[in-house]
């Protein structure tokens, strides 16, 4: 619900706060006193582009803010869900507030004279783009612009359904279609990218065979290195090896035959000399020490031999690990790692295989459903349209248009094709059902049905307009309902059945009427008055809002062009109910 508008510098008004209450709001005033600003000022709301001339002379902008009341019930939960999922840092502002709590929202919008505009949600920079997709969903304006909802055939569906309470009906399909659209598209990226898949599932088994027929082993490859250095030096090695365990053991004055007669000599003179006990220990240890080498030495060189075949095996597997190290830029750890990785990878494969297979059946299975829930919302909608057309006739019979003709055209997508098509399956199954849902008129005798946005035009119009939404008031509850000229081309005998609908359209919407005609003023739940001022020298707009006598004596001036007349004022009394 509008609670509050602001208006700054905006043609002749240069400031003018609006209080707006729920139910019927009226707002009149003399032609030309700057009613239609008003009415303009939320066209820029909804995204409308700036008209020449529109910020007042000598201001450096225009301004415009719209302050809202949302209830959080189930009329407001398309619009909540919206500005969760496209402006969310509007959302986390609510984040604390109580589940049933009402949100407010602030709607701006500002002109520089240079023609440049500025948008905010809640005080957070909005493209313009974002506001006018946001802001009828809070407002509409019914009249001779282009901002009509109803006049969309998304919009006229969506209202059939809430009519009929199809709602969950819609919701079946709904749940059914994005079932099939997902499997579908799982089959179709599979099956795009099956040659890659089968391509890359044989790359797979090749390379894990050939890492695991490798069998490498995070250790090994060292161990190659040093066995491949002495099978290539053995030669040499026992040469050179077997000379220092001949000096250090076995020939004639070998080091540790020498070393142990002096570690003799120093232990026999330790005994008379105690000085010599330390130097005595460090040489025991050197012998036992020389001891351990030399027998190291003479077993190593034993151990070495010269064998030609064991080398040239040791040569070809390290290779291999050399290459397939090269191949994966790895060692021999991260190559047992990249076969693990692989053997996921095509068990991966492998279930996309197997998936593939299956989803044909699940598609066909889902396509079905889909069918079923379609045809069931066909014939639900085509229950209410006889319903729907005799309920809009009499609404429209009521407001001077009983010769106009109303039907809802339920025009199918296509037909369902004997086997699965899913390009064909794709423009079968819309969002909203397997038809289009479209709203046809005819104003006048003799004129064949058309669609409503084709024959409906100026105040007729908004008379249509008053018409389904009077009829469709419970399905689309929650928006603030604007009708500009609503009373154009309507004389006194119809004004209080316009009156009558308006005020009981105000029990489910809000509503903001800009009307020439006394029954539909004195049937405001709020009165605004727009009138012309001289001051300094300057022509302003003034709004005020109506109460007591000032309202009486405005309906009684609609009547008879002066409030003096005692006749007009008592007719006025009248319709508004007082005395």
């Known amino acids: 619900m509008l609670t509050e508008l602001e208006i700054r510098d905006l043609a002749l008004i240069e400031r003018a706060a609006l209080a707006f209450g729920p139910g019927l709001n009226t707002i009149t005033g003399e032609t030309g006193a700057g009613k239609s600003l008003l009415v303009g000022a939320l066209e820029l709301l909804l995204g409308e582009r700036p008209r020449p001339n529109l910020v007042r002379a000598g201001a450096a902008r225009a301004e415009v803010q719209a302050r809202f009341v949302v209830a959080r019930d189930a009329g407001a939960a398309g619009l909540l869900a919206w500005i969760a999922r496209e402006l969310p840092v509007v959302a986390e502002d609510w984040e604390g507030l109580a589940a049933d709590a009402e949100r407010e929202l602030i709607l701006s919008r500002s002109v520089g004279a240079d023609g440049r505009t500025r948008s905010h949600v809640n005080g957070r920079a909005v493209t313009v783009k974002q506001l006018a997709e946001l802001a009828p969903r809070v407002f509409e304006i019914h009249g001779q612009n282009d901002h009509q909802r109803l006049l969309e055939p998304p919009e006229q569906g969506r209202l059939v359904d809430a009519f009929g309470g199809l709602e969950g009906e819609l919701g079946r399909y709904r749940e059914a279609r994005e079932r099939w659209l997902e499997l579908v598209e799982r089959f179709e990226a599979l099956e795009t990218g099956e040659r890659e898949r089968r391509d890359r599932l044989d790359l797979a088994r090749f390379q894990a065979g050939e890492i695991r027929a490798a069998r490498p082993d995070a250790d090994e490859r060292a161990g190659l290195g040093a066995e491949r250095e002495i099978l290539r030096h053995g030669a040499e090695l026992q040469q050179v090896f077997g000379g220092l365990v001949d000096e250090l053991l076995e020939r004639d004055g070998a080091l540790l035959s020498r070393l142990q007669t002096a570690d003799k000599t120093v232990r026999a003179w330790r005994e008379r000399i105690a ?166 008129l005819s104003a006048n005798p003799g004129e064949p049905l058309a669609r409503l946005r084709d024959v409906a035009s100026g105040g007729e119009t908004a008379r249509i307009m008053l018409a389904l939404r009077s009829v469709l008031a419970a399905a689309g509850a929650g928006r603030t309902l604007v009708f500009d000229e609503i009373d154009s081309g309507v004389g006194g005998r119809l004004g209080p059945e316009v009156a009558a609908r308006l005020k009981k359209l105000g029990r489910h919407h809000q509503v903001l009427c800009v009307t020439h005609l006394p029954a539909i003023a004195a049937a405001a739940d709020t009165h605004l008055c727009v009138s012309k001022v001289v001051e300094k020298g300057r022509t302003l707009t003034r709004i005020e809002t109506l109460t007591g006598e000032a309202r009486v004596e405005e309906v009684a001036d609609m009547i008879a062009g002066g409030a003096t007349h005692a006749t007009a004022r008592a007719e006025a009394r009248r319709l508004i109910g007082v005395r």
């Open 275 to 440: 000085s010599l006990a330390e130097i005595e220990e460090a040489l025991g240890g050197a012998l036992v020490h020389l001891e351990d080498a030399a027998r190291g030495l003479s077993s190593f060189t034993e151990r070495i031999e010269v064998d030609p075949a064991r080398l040239e095996a040791i040569e070809e597997r390290l290779a291999e690990l050399e290459r397939l190290e090269h191949k994966y830029g790895a060692d021999c750890a991260g190559l047992v790692r990249r076969a693990d990785e692989l053997d996921v990878e095509i068990r991966r494969l492998e279930t996309d295989e197997q998936s593939l297979a299956g989803l044909g059946e699940e598609i066909e299975t889902a396509r079905k459903t889909v069918l079923e829930r379609g045809l069931a919302l066909r014939r639900a909608r085509q229950a209410l349209r006889e319903k729907l057309a005799k309920a809009v006739h009499a609404a429209l019979a009521e407001l001077g248009l009983e010769r106009a003709r109303f039907d809802v055209r339920l025009e199918p997508r296509g037909e369902p094709a004997p086997t699965s098509s899913p390009a064909a399956d794709r423009a079968l199954f819309g969002e909203a059902g397997l038809d289009r849902v479209e709203f046809l």
